[in-house]
């Protein structure tokens, strides 16, 4: 083991590991600290994303999507599959498999990059002197000349609600129940609220949402998010606006053993009790003995590693990227981040455009988006035009059975260029691509427009909803002239 890197990263989660690997490409010689186990007690890498996040999350998905698929849609296509049923612990399993090959996966990049793994906990000291502490030994020091915090982020945790792996879950908790709860409740309606009270909606429960906001995704374009707040409402999930939890406890023995929930909402006190509950309000920068006081790093108010626009710290030659830093916590952000450090670490020219972040929510139909809202547009005064289109008018959804949804394109009113793309549709987490692209190469709606797409598609709607900024699209009746 060397004891001088030309880069440490600390963090082997999607922006540590990207950076790590790019790093090696560009001829550093490079070491990433990383201290996850896994259920089975060993080290990992992969970090959140790939152990508890991303990964597992869509498996899952996947999983409950072809269940309800078969209880729901199946018949539609003339199929029948008679009795059907979820054998839990065999999906649990089949998620368990694939995170395992995707971390080993992780392990076998960096060995055929000659990335080194340090495996434990990481402390930045003084001068880039980084001491490691192994799960099993004594502390060492190393030292690089340039050093990358990813050390990522945790979930939240309410005081009124605390954690106690079994009946209060976390995520990571609600990617592992043995059984479909009869009753799930879910504190906040964020992304993993709605994606993992999805999963278990799908398999059976009945899922109670309480979200303290008056408003349901507030981050989305209001256009989507009422669409959502629709399907989610006829796929039977009850979402709770405007509710505030004042207090969750696991009561009752045994089998009987129940969450009682207190919340306060617009018509006063109110309870419900669930077999478990899922919190899922938020996650916080992980900074947990990551720096010694003479390390001089500096924090913001909310706790993320203080950066400059190209990930810079307080201390030259200490980066900081991905969750634990400003900015969305998501792991294709993060993934950029890594890679754009590296390269100006090896002495390129390299940046992350901001503007241009996706976001998508796995739930069915997919929510996404990239660019700006139109509630945004209307703030800042932008004179701005839109077009929507809807999927009820798309001959591929229709013949997927699949026309749920809508995508809506904004666009500046004088100069014709993209700002913003949202879709609520089947695969809008493949399509909306083709907004980010707009985006990045500063795409006019003509653009898109004298663009040709394959047909019968989805991506067709994408195309319309270009047309329609400009008020001529072909597939769906023009509003009747006011005589
Ligand atoms: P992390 O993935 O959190 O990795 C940080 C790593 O640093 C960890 O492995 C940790 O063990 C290690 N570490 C921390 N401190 C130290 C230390 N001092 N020494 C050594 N090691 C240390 N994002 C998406 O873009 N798409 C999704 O679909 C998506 N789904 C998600 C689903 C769930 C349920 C959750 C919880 C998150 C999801 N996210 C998703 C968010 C995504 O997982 C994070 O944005 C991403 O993992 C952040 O990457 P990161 O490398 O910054 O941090
Ligand atoms: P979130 O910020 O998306 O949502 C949290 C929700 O909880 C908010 O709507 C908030 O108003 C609500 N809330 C907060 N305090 C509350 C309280 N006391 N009572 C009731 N509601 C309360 O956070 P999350 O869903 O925990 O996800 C964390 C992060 O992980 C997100 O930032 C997201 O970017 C990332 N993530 C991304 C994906 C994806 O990209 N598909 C999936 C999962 C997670």
Known sequence: MSEQYDVIVIGGGPAGYESAIRCAQLGLNTAVVEQWLGKDEKPKLGGTCLNVGCIPSKALLESSHHYDDAQRHFKDHGISVGDLSVDVPAMIARKDKVVKELTGGIEQLFKANGVEWLQGHGKVLADKEVEVTPHKGKAYSVHAD??????????????????????????????????????????????????????????????????????????????????????????????????????????????????????????????????????????????????????????????????DDQCRTSVPGVYAIGDVVRGPMLAHKGMEEGVMVAELIAGEYAQV??????????????????????????????????????????????????????????????????????????????????????????????????????HPTLSEAVHEAALAVDGKPIHIAPRPKRK
């Open 353 to 454: 455009n901001y503007e241009a972040v996706p976001s998508v929510i796995y739930t069915d139909p997919e929510i996404a988006w990239v660019g700006k809202t139109e509630q945004e547009l209307k703030a800042s005064g932008v004179d701005y035009k839109a077009g929507t289109f809807p999927m009820a008018a798309s001959g591929r959804g229709k013949a997927a059975n699949n026309t749920a949804g809508q995508i809506k394109i904004l666009a500046d009113a004088k100069t014709d260029r993209v700002l913003g793309v949202h879709m609520i549709c089947q695969s809008a987490s493949e399509m909306i691509t083709q907004g980010v692209l707009a985006l990045e190469f500063g795409a006019s709606t003509e653009d898109l427009q004298l663009t040709m797409f394959a």
């Open 146 to 307: 340039n050093v990358v915090i990813a050390t990522g982020s945790s979930p939240v945790e309410l005081s009124v609600a605390p954690f106690d792996g079994e009946y209060i879950v976390d995520s990571t908790g609600a990617l592992d129940f043995d059984s479909v709860p009869e009753k799930l409740g879910v504190i906040g309606a964020g992304v993993i609220g709605l994606e993992l009270g999805s999963v278990w909606r799908r398999l059976g429960s009945e899922v109670t949402v309480i979200e303290a906001m008056d408003s349901f995704l507030a981050m989305a374009d209001e256009t989507i998010a009422k669409d959502a707040q629709r399907q989610f409402k006829k796929q039977g999930m009850d979402i709770q606006l405007g509710a505030r939890l004042t207090k969750a406890e696991v009561k009752g023995r045994g089998k009987k053993k129940q969450v009682e929930v207190s919340y306060t909402d617009s018509k006063g006190e109110q309870t419900a009790s669930f077999d478990r509950l899922i919190v899922a309000v938020g996650r916080y920068p992980f900074t947990d003995g990551l720096f010694t006081s003479n390390a001089d790093l500096e924090k913001d108010e909310r706790g993320f590693v203080l950066v």
